[in-house]
């Protein structure tokens, strides 16, 4: 009997560690619009994601145009990532039991992270620089020939590389600076980030607690709303501007007509003015033949 126990104990126990590591390995997708895939780290086929699912380290995801995806990457959900239109990215691990790496080779990602492990890293890696952080919110967009980061909140190191993978420069980027990195290059000078961006990545950072918490549909509903108001806006001043255009050409075929009316009054004046010298010539004429 007491070998049954222990047994089902180990049996317990077994299953348990293999519980708790898919809970660490996996990340959950909170949020998305548009069309988002995912493909397995053990599969060719690219699947539709779909909010609720797991994803799992080795996984990669890519987003169509018009599209995005909210993951979160703990369980207490405050670590969370977007991943941005027309992006590939690849969910990575160098600790393990861990998201801590991110393998961007197209497109934007945007990461809020509050509650790293103590002594942990967070990175995304793209085809030549690594922009990492102990906590903070940043964002990496990748395109052909360029990275692009921005450090919304504390400080974002960032390493680039060379074409053969050799390390050129480490800088750290501070709070409310970005960067521009050319391929294989070194970082360019600091800029300061706009307050138009830092205005999208609050919006973004809404929409994602909005996630977690589950109103991102109401959120999604007050946007369209927002947007229909601005196009019908829109519209209004369209309309407005071609009522007074009409107006205006109105008005100046008015002008026109008025003009056209005093052509004729000066051309009418100029004939009699005309007839009026020409029986004047007329009368000096028969006036000089009497004399004659």
Request: proline share 1%; net charge negative.
């Amino acid at each position: 009997m007491k070998k049954y126990q222990i047994l089902f104990s180990l049996i317990v126990l077994f299953f348990g560690i293999i519980g708790f590591t898919i809970i660490v390995n996996a990340a959950e997708v909170v949020y998305l619009e548009g069309r988002v895939q995912l493909q397995s780290s053990t599969d060719i086929e690219w699947t539709p994601l779909a909010k609720g699912m797991q994803v799992e380290i080795g996984d990669s995801i890519r987003t169509a145009r018009n599209s995005f995806v909210d993951i979160a990457l703990d369980k207490a959900k405050l670590n969370t990532i977007r991943i941005d239109q027309k992006s590939m990215v690849v969910l990575n691990s160098d600790t393990s039991g861990a998201f801590d790496r991110l393998d961007l080779t197209k497109g934007k990602v945007i990461a809020n992270l509050e509650d790293l492990k103590s002594g942990m890293n967070f990175e995304v890696n793209t085809p030549s620089a690594i922009a990492g952080v102990r906590g903070s919110s940043y964002s990496v967009y990748v395109e052909k020939d360029s990275d692009e980061v921005l450090a919304f909140k504390d400080t974002v190191f960032i390493k680039a590389f060379d074409s053969n993978k050799n390390e050129l420069i480490e800088l750290m980027l501070p709070e409310g600076f970005k960067t521009f990195i050319e391929r294989f290059g070194e970082p360019s000078a600091l800029i300061q980030i706009a307050t138009e961006e830092f205005e999208h990545f609050d919006n973004v950072m809404e929409d994602v607690s909005s996630s977690v918490e589950g109103k991102m549909v109401e959120r999604a509903k007050a946007r369209i709303a927002r947007e229909k108001e601005a196009k019908e806006a829109v519209e209004e001043s369209k309309k407005s501007l071609i009522e007074k255009s009409t107006e205006q050409v109105d008005i100046n075929k008015d002008l026109a007509d008025r003009f056209a009316d005093i052509q004729e009054i000066v051309e009418d004046r100029n004939k009699i003015e005309e007839l009026i010298e020409n029986h004047e010539d007329q009368e000096d004429q028969e006036e000089e033949h009497y004399l004659d």
